[in-house]
């Protein structure tokens, strides 16, 4: 018996001994590991990298930018069900343990005794608050020393935050695949859906992720994921989450995900969304664009958008087709599976509804085409085959475009189509509408081009068209390519005319002149379009309408070119403008959206406009941090609410660059140009629209820039090499028409606004040729034109420029049957 008591007191002496070693043992792993431990405080400024979102006007998403595709979302707005499916899937117990699941771990140490030597990775039995203390704090380093250091952040995480915190931040944070970051962003990159729309199988599907996204991909792993979300559907269901009836309907559900787009989001949009990615980088830089989760409003109408993309791109079209028909984009044998074949030729995928076809066989009637095959999420070919016929109804426009058959329209479609061809197709229409399999042969066009559509009061860029197809080529040709403007400069010579002493009656000579260019550059002869085809004196309305170059340059002579240069400079069509007088004809380069925002200028009445793609960016929390518009608005804070107060007014400090009452004759001329002149294709819009065309030398670039009250378009035509356009082209035949289709479509609900006459615009009849008084038998030849105070119509008929031997301004009788010029001299016979 003493024998025994000894042994029990050994027995107790040794495991007291024992303990306290253990204790001792223990507390020195926490004393060493505690040591270097990161600063767990930092979770509570966590800032995660959030995606950058950009919206239209009418909120629709345009783009989004971002590393890390994360939207952060607050706990209070996760929906139950989604916490339960990740609870279920994760750590049921998470709301119970102090951080470590003890239960948990000694699971995890048994199989690791059970696959002892097998070199299977060890199951881990990490809580979702060690998952956030790894994620956050620590690597992914497979080792008992990083264990051992997660353990011990959980600890100390639960004491200083929250369950739900540390939830919050763990749904936030967690990599879901398909470069989703946190629940929110999931919700949208696999079902194209908002949190609080998916279905139990959705969130099952997604609680699953978390421990191999990879391996559970919904398309190429897809009875293992299926499997696994059912695993999470039996544990919501174990832990009385949902019932069995919404448990059995779950695990029916296909796995069915949405192949949702990083691009841009809304259709013709992507020219507009990269000029706005741009922007945002170059104001912030690239981490607060790709990391900032910053809320950007954008300008952009997409209906206006789609109205531009549609008449630009019907427009380069039926151009390059009036040149014939190039022939196939390539050869395609089409022997066997020619879907797989055709699926690994590029398509321009923003030129819907064009299609990528190759032809499978002809006749002199018809070919038949087979369509390119989309591809599943996980890049397989679809095995889906789609086939249509292109008849002759669909080729007659493919004229040859080189060869003994040039110019010829073909009369088979064997003619034009081979099998093998690889083309693009569309519908084919009659009488408005499709018809059924039948498609029509189309093109991408070699030209190309830009427009821009803008608010004139504002500078809000409404709509934006780079070119043909953002997918062929990302070169933003409305605002980084530089061309000649031509003819569209002549506003900014003649509104800089009137703003010192012209007025649009005063009248010049259009007649042959001479430019000595002096050391030794010889002499320049600038003429007319219509070469050796004059006037003889005319108004500055009527040389601005048949866009006269011979009275231009007689104008930059008379007011000088640093004027003109200090004009275009005002407007921000160039920043300096050397002293040539060919400038005035528009041969310095600028930009399409320079040229929409000077005419900007002149419809608002001579108010500085900066051209802007953004109205707004907010920062993650919502906080303006740009706001485009910067007028004062007195009266608009109204403490207490309404009192009857005078209304809020609107103060704007912006400089004025040009008279008000310049900018309207200005506008008046430019409205002649339509009614009469070189951009009458415009008068088919039936709205008052002032507006000026542009042909450059030897017609490589043809324009136009116009507006109505409330809309300004400048677009261009021509080729990204400069080469003629053809010597029959023209900007009235070319560009004004697609302003045409375009301003049909944007202004179709909007009422026949006139241009606002300023106060002090005296509206003084005169006869349209000489710009004289009318007299009361004039009635048949007379407009209405605008004189600022201090000025009016000649009572009699003076041509400046024209001189008597004492260099005074001769005094003529009015034009009658018109003048003969006298070559090289500008004098009259």
């Known amino acids: 018996m003493r024998l025994l008591v000894r042994f029990l007191g050994f027995l107790f002496t040794a495991g007291t001994v024992v303990f306290l070693v253990g204790v001792g043992v223990v507390a020195g792993l926490i004393w060493h590991f505690s040591r270097d431990l990161p600063d767990y405080s930092q979770l509570q400024d966590y800032e995660p990298p959030v995606v950058t979102r950009v919206h239209a006007v009418d909120g629709s998403l345009l783009g989004e930018y971002a590393k890390e595709r994360r939207l952060y979302l607050p706990i209070q707005a996760m929906p139950k069900l989604v916490i339960n499916a990740f609870l279920a899937a994760e750590d049921k117990n998470f709301y119970e343990h102090g951080g470590i699941d003890y239960s948990g771990m000694a699971r995890a140490g048994l199989l690791l005794i059970q696959n002892f030597g097998s070199n299977r990775r060890p199951q881990g039995a990490s809580t979702i608050t060690q998952q956030v203390a790894k994620n956050f704090l620590l690597t992914n380093e497979v080792s008992f020393a990083r264990k051992i250091k997660e353990a011990l952040l959980a600890m100390r995480i639960e004491r200083a935050y929250s369950k739900d915190k540390i939830l919050e931040l763990y749904l936030n944070e967690i990599y879901l695949g398909l470069g989703a970051y946190g629940i929110a962003a999931a919700s949208l990159v696999y079902f194209d859906k908002s949190v609080n729309e998916l279905t139990v199988a959705e969130a099952s599907y997604l609680a699953a992720l978390p421990k191999a996204p990879a391996l559970l991909h919904p398309v190429k792993n897809r009875d293992r994921a299926i499997e696994r979300r059912n695993y999470v559907i039996d544990r919501l269901l174990e832990n009385g989450w949902i019932k069995q009836a919404e448990a059995d309907s779950a695990r029916k559900e296909p796995l069915v995900v949405a192949n949702r787009a990083n691009s841009a989001h809304t259709f013709a949009g992507e020219y507009f969304a990269e000029e706005v990615r741009r922007d945002i980088l170059e104001r912030y830089g690239e981490k607060k664009l790709y990391e900032g989760g910053l809320s950007v409003r954008t300008t952009l109408d997409p209906k206006i958008q789609v109205m531009a993309r549609k008449a630009m791109v019907a427009g380069l079209v039926n151009y390059d087709e009036q040149q014939g028909y190039r022939g196939a984009i390539s050869k395609l044998d089409v022997s066997?599976?020619?879907?797989?074949?055709?699926?690994?030729?590029?398509?321009?995928?923003?030129?819907?509804?064009?299609?990528?076809?190759?032809?499978?066989?002809?006749?002199?009637?018809?070919?038949?085409?087979?369509?390119?095959?989309?591809?599943?999420?996980?890049?397989?070919?679809?095995?889906?085959?789609?086939?249509?016929?292109?008849?002759?109804?669909?080729?007659?426009?493919?004229?040859?475009?080189?060869?003994?058959?040039?110019?010829?329209?073909?009369?088979?479609?064997?003619?034009?189509?081979?099998?093998?061809?690889?083309?693009?197709?569309?519908?084919?229409?009659?009488?408005?509408?499709?018809?059924?399999?039948?498609?029509?042969?189309?093109?991408?066009?070699?030209?190309?081009?830009?427009?821009?559509?803008?608010?004139?009061?504002?500078?809000?860029?409404?709509?934006?068209?780079?070119?043909?197809?953002?997918?062929?080529?990302?070169?933003?040709?409305?605002?980084?390519?530089?061309?000649?403007?031509?003819?569209?400069?002549?506003?900014?010579?003649?509104?800089?005319?009137?703003?010192?002493?012209?007025?649009?009656?005063?009248?010049?000579?259009?007649?042959?002149?001479?430019?000595?260019?002096?050391?030794?550059?010889?002499?320049?002869?600038?003429?007319?379009?219509?070469?050796?085809?004059?006037?003889?004196?005319?108004?500055?309305?009527?040389?601005?309408?048949?866009?006269?170059?011979?009275?231009?340059?007689?104008?930059?002579?008379?007011?000088?070119?640093?004027?003109?240069?200090?004009?275009?400079?005002?407007?921000?069509?160039?920043?300096?403008?050397?002293?040539?007088?060919?400038?005035?004809?528009?041969?310095?380069?600028?930009?399409?959206?320079?040229?929409?925002?000077?005419?900007?200028?002149?419809?608002?009445?001579?108010?500085?406009?900066?051209?802007?793609?953004?109205?707004?960016?907010?920062?993650?929390?919502?906080?303006?941090?740009?706001?485009?518009?910067?007028?004062?608005?007195?009266?608009?804070?109204?403490?207490?609410?309404?009192?009857?107060?005078?209304?809020?007014?609107?103060?704007?400090?912006?400089?004025?660059?040009?008279?008000?009452?310049?900018?309207?004759?200005?506008?008046?001329?430019?409205?002649?140009?339509?009614?009469?002149?070189?951009?009458?294709?415009?008068?088919?819009?039936?709205?008052?629209?002032?507006?000026?065309?542009?042909?450059?030398?030897?017609?490589?670039?043809?324009?136009?820039?116009?507006?109505?009250?409330?809309?300004?378009?400048?677009?261009?035509?021509?080729?990204d090499k400069p080469r003629s356009l053809g010597r029959s082209a023209q900007a009235g035949h070319t560009a004004a028409p697609i302003a045409r289709d375009f301003m049909k479509l944007a202004l179709a609900d909007k009422p026949a606004t006139p241009f606002r006459i300023p106060a002090g615009i005296k509206l003084v009849r005169v006869d349209a040729k000489t710009g004289m008084r009318a007299g009361p038998g004039d009635s048949g030849r007379t407009i209405l034109e605008a004189f600022k105070p201090g000025t009016a119509p000649s009572d009699n008929y003076s041509v400046i420029g024209l001189t008597d031997d004492d260099g005074r301004t001769q005094q003529l009788p009015p034009p009658e049957t018109g003048f003969i010029m006298r070559p090289g001299t500008g004098g009259l016979w």
């Open 336 to 719: 066997g599976d020619w879907g797989v074949k055709l699926a690994d030729i590029k398509s321009l995928s923003d030129i819907s509804p064009w299609r990528m076809a190759v032809v499978l066989e002809t006749s002199d009637q018809s070919a038949r085409i087979g369509f390119q095959p989309g591809r599943e999420l996980g890049g397989a070919v679809s095995r889906q085959r789609t086939t249509g016929l292109v008849t002759l109804d669909g080729v007659k426009w493919a004229r040859a475009a080189a060869g003994p058959a040039k110019g010829k329209a073909p009369t088979a479609v064997s003619q034009v189509l081979q099998p093998g061809d690889v083309i693009y197709a569309d519908p084919l229409y009659k009488d408005g509408n499709p018809v059924e399999g039948q498609y029509r042969l189309r093109q991408i066009p070699e030209i190309s081009g830009a427009m821009v559509a803008m608010d004139p009061s504002t500078g809000r860029v409404l709509a934006m068209v780079g070119g043909f197809s953002f997918d062929q080529s990302q070169f933003n040709r409305a605002t980084q390519a530089y061309r000649q403007p031509g003819s569209t400069i002549k506003p900014i010579v003649y509104s800089a005319a009137l703003d010192n002493g012209y007025t649009p009656s005063s009248v010049l000579v259009d007649g042959p002149i001479e430019i000595d260019q002096g050391q030794g550059a010889g002499v320049w002869r600038p003429d007319n379009f219509s070469v050796g085809k004059y006037q003889g004196p005319t108004t500055l309305r009527n040389a601005l309408r048949l866009s006269l170059n011979t009275v231009t340059v007689r104008l930059a002579q008379d007011i000088g070119m640093p004027l003109i240069g200090e004009y275009a400079k005002r407007y921000g069509v160039y920043d300096e403008l050397p002293n040539y007088l060919s400038y005035a004809l528009g041969t310095g380069e600028t930009t399409v959206i320079r040229m929409a925002t000077a005419y900007s200028m002149i419809a608002n009445g001579g108010r500085k406009v900066k051209p802007t793609l953004i109205d707004r960016i907010q920062d993650r929390y919502g906080h303006t941090i740009f706001r485009h518009d910067q007028r004062e608005c007195r009266g608009c804070d109204a403490p207490g609410g309404w009192k009857n107060q005078t209304e809020p007014q609107l103060i704007d400090r912006r400089e004025q660059v040009l008279d008000v009452l310049t900018a309207y004759q200005t506008t008046s001329m430019m409205e002649g140009v339509v009614q009469g002149g070189t951009a009458m294709a415009l008068r088919e819009v039936g709205k008052p629209i002032a507006g000026k065309t542009g042909t450059t030398t030897d017609a490589k670039d043809l324009w136009f820039v116009g507006f109505s009250p409330d809309l300004v378009v400048g677009l261009y035509v021509g080729y």
